[in-house]
C-alpha cells in the first residue's frame, strides 16, 4: 500500500485549542493544563485512506502574536492548513478570517484548508454562530467542521474530510515497490504535544 507523506499545519489564535486537537488526534487524550506552544510543535499519525495510507506530519503552530513571522516557514509546502477558531472567542473568528487570507496569499495555490471551530462542549457561551462559520467556509471552498478537543467530538472526523479532499495519486507516479514519499518537509525543531 502507498504511504504518503502529508506535511499539514495548524493556525489559528493562541488559545483556541490548536494543540489540544492535534494532542487528542494524536494520543487521545486531553491535557486542562496545556502551556502556550513556544515555536511550533511537530508530531505524525498515519491513517488509511482508501487504497492508500496518509501519514500526516503535522507543524502545530505557536497562536501568540510574536510567532506570526514562523508561519510561512509551517504552511509553505503545506498539502492541507487547518485553521481554527474557538466559537466562545469572536475575535479569533476574525483572526481566522486574516489566517485565510495570509494562505490565499502566500500559501500554496492547491492547499487544502480546513476550518474548525473547537470548544463545541462550552455551546453555552457561544458568540460564533455556526451558519456564520460555515457560510464564510462555503464562500472559500473550505472544509467546515466543529470540533471540541475536551470531549473528543469530530477531531477525527476532521482529519478524515481532509484526507477525503487530497486527491489519489496517479498509478504512474507510484514508485514499483510500496513506499511512495511526497513530502518536502523540513526537520523537526521539537515533538512536544502536551
Ligand atoms: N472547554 C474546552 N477547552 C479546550 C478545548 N480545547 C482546548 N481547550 C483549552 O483551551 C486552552 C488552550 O488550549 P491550547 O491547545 O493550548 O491552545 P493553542 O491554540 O494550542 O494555543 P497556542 O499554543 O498558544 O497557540 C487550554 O486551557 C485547553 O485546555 C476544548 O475543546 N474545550
Ligand atoms: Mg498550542
Redesign the pocket.
Known amino acids: 500500500m502507498a504511504i504518503r507523506e502529508l506535511k499539514i499545519c495548524l493556525l489559528?489564535?493562541?488559545?483556541?485549542?490548536?494543540?489540544?486537537?492535534v494532542?487528542r488526534f494524536v494520543q487521545d487524550q486531553?491535557?486542562?493544563?496545556?502551556?502556550?506552544?513556544i515555536g511550533a510543535s511537530f508530531l505524525t499519525k498515519t491513517v488509511p485512506c482508501g487504497n492508500e495510507l496518509h501519514k500526516f506530519l503535522i507543524w502545530?503552530?505557536?497562536?501568540?502574536e510574536r510567532f506570526h513571522s514562523l508561519a510561512p516557514m509551517y504552511y509553505r509546502g503545506s498539502a492541507a492548513a487547518v485553521v481554527?477558531y474557538d466559537i466562545t472567542k469572536l475575535d479569533s473568528f476574525q483572526t481566522l478570517k486574516k489566517w485565510v487570507k495570509e494562505l490565499k496569499e502566500y500559501g500554496p495555490e492547491d492547499i487544502v484548508v480546513a476550518i474548525a471551530g473547537?470548544?463545541?462542549?462550552?455551546g453555552d457561551i457561544r458568540e460564533v454562530p455556526m451558519k456564520e462559520a460555515k457560510e464564510f467556509a462555503e464562500s472559500i471552498a473550505a472544509i467546515f467542521i466543529e470540533?471540541?478537543?475536551?470531549?473528543a467530538i469530530n477531531v477525527e472526523e476532521l482529519f478524515k474530510k481532509i484526507s477525503r479532499q487530497i486527491p489519489p495519486l496517479d498509478p504512474q507516479d507510484v514508485e514499483s515497490n510500496d513506499s511512495f514519499k511526497l513530502s518536502r518537509q523540513p526537520l523537526p525543531l521539537n515533538r512536544r504535544c502536551c
Do not use: E, M, W, Y
Not at 12 to 21: L, N
Not at 118 to 122: A, E, P, Q, S, V
Open positions: 489559528g489564535d493562541t488559545g483556541v485549542g490548536k494543540s489540544s486537537i494532542c486531553f491535557d486542562h493544563n496545556i502551556s502556550p506552544t502545530d503552530t505557536a497562536g501568540q481554527v473547537n470548544k463545541t462542549d462550552l470540533t471540541s478537543a475536551k470531549s
